[in-house]
């Protein structure tokens, strides 16, 4: 059943293993069993606008390879990485079901372990979670890397696959040492099921469900690769998701190194943002820390609220960037009216492009890629907000995530297409009472010559028509063409 319906969601994604084996720490076993060999593609081929690397530098395995090219890009600090995500690296398991799982937990534990008693068939596996926003940002021509945990077994194997064929590079996130156990189940790629029942509703059941401990707990350390990985981009990407797998400890320590060497942080809480508001008191201080020390912060309008305690989109975000540190935009994602993006002297808003929409699966995802974009080429906000409407509304023109997000020229074709879903009464009614501090701008398909001076109306055409060439130029997926 396709709607006709204006999109800039948020996925909802949780984890889940298909072995129904005891949740066991690697880090207990004994240190004697053999380790697995990896492959972690590290940095990946030149597919941004700003930085060429040397050739044989991409190619190598690891961010450090001895080079007279490796040396001086870590001396320099040079960011060739324009996103690096953090953790949530997951492979979907994408099935219809006739009932979504039960929500007491004991008979979500048991649908789960009978689920899982048959391997399911390879046409149902899909890069998800982190996944997402890293695929959507390599397709906009971004440079991308992922640092997290993938186990050594079939799943592994497929995601870093579907990884490396969209160009983007992964790194382990822990120090790897002959302590760890790589055949504990603890250490496996986590699993997502993804069930959507025949009214397309959607349900998501994970092994992290069934524990209080992060799915990976027995990780305390960045790895060498990861701090590195970190140093050379331009944005670090996490969201709440990030808790299930990863301690509160090292998600902090991962914040605390992208400050020291400058990379902007990108901290969407989504869904998990409430839980964490309640958890324990490790979780409470690092989504504290998160909040007040990322540079951009994404929220739907109802995570805004729980946070907050404000109805208004807007107030919430205000109160968000005077609690910040280091924040410098708090974007609001209003679903089908657009979104909205407030700093300490503008508010810029952006309603939504009309879609038919299919699944809404990785929309929000995708969204953070196009912002990041926006962000690292220095766009005007309304620009930002326009292209990440546009490319949250061409994933939810598809069938889930991973390799389903949004194309390129998908996103080309909706803002040529300008199909936008203008509601003035309602962002007027929104915006007068901000009217008198901010300047405050809202993207338009027709300027109306009106009352509200307050109001600067950015013409829908005009932001296309500066906007495509920048990402027609991003299309041809080669340096220094643009």
């Known amino acids: 059943m396709h709607n006709q319906a204006a999109l800039s969601l948020k996925s909802n994604y949780a ?132 640092v997290g945990h993938v186990g050594d077994e079939t799943y592994g194997r497929f995601l870093l696959d579907v990884l490396h064929n969209e160009g983007i590079k992964t790194v382990e996130i822990n120090e790897r040492n002959d302590k760890i156990d790589t055949s504990s189940t603890a250490y496996e790629t986590l699993l997502c099921w993804v069930l959507v029942d025949p009214l397309q509703r959607h349900g998501f059941c994970s092994r992290a469900d069934f524990s209080d401990e992060p799915a990976f707990s027995w990780m305390s350390t960045l790895s060498n690769e990861a701090k590195m990985a970190i140093r050379r981009s331009k944005i670090i990407f996490c969201n709440g998701y990030g808790f299930d797998e990863l301690s509160p400890h090292l998600l902090v320590s991962a914040l605390d190194y992208a400050v020291e060497v400058g990379t902007s942080v990108f901290f969407d809480p989504g869904p998990r943002g409430k839980s964490l508001s309640t958890g324990t008191p490790e979780e409470r201080k690092a989504l504290d820390k998160y909040l007040r020390m990322s540079d951009v912060l994404l929220l739907t309008s109802e995570e805004a609220e729980s946070l ?102 998908q996103v080309l074709e909706l803002l040529r297409g300008s199909n936008i879903n203008e509601d003035d009464s309602y962002w007027v009614e929104l915006l007068k009472s901000h009217s008198g501090a901010q300047e405050i701008t809202l993207l338009a398909k027709l300027v109306v010559n009106g009352n509200h001076s307050w109001l600067r109306r950015a013409p829908m055409q005009n932001v296309v028509s500066e906007l495509l060439p920048r990402l027609e130029c991003a299309q041809t997926n080669q340096v220094g063409a643009c």
């Open 308 to 409: 907050t305690g404000t109805v208004d989109p807007i107030v919430a975000g205000h109160q968000l960037l005077r609690e910040g540190i280091r924040t410098k935009w708090v974007i609001i994602k209003m679903g089908a009216k657009g979104s909205i993006l407030i700093t300490h002297s503008s508010i810029s808003c952006a309603p939504a492009f009309k879609v038919n929409l299919i699944d809404t699966v990785g929309c929000g995802d995708s969204f953070v890629a196009a912002i990041a974009f926006g962000y690292i080429h220095k766009m005007p906000l309304v620009y930002t907000l326009t292209i990440a409407n546009g490319v949250g509304a061409a994933t939810a023109m598809g069938c889930g995530a991973g390799r389903n997000v949004a194309t390129l020229k």
């Open 15 to 146: 984890l889940f293993s298909p072995y129904p084996n005891t949740f066991q720490n690697p880090m207990l076993s004994p240190s004697s069993l053999a380790k697995r060999n990896f492959c972690y593609y590290s940095i990946l081929k030149c597919r941004g606008t700003e930085i060429p690397v040397s050739k044989q530098h991409l190619n190598s395995l690891s961010f450090g390879n001895g080079s007279v090219e490796d040396e001086r890009v870590k001396s320099a600090g040079v960011k060739d990485i324009d996103v690096a995500t953090l953790g949530n690296l997951c492979v979907d398991i994408v099935l219809s079901v006739q009932h979504l799982p039960p929500k007491p937990l004991d008979q979500r534990k048991s649908y789960m372990e009978e689920l899982s008693k048959s391997p399911p068939d390879k046409k149902y596996w899909e890069a998800g979670g982190n996944c997402n926003m890293a695929i959507a940002a390599a397709r906009l021509g971004l440079h991308v890397a992922t």
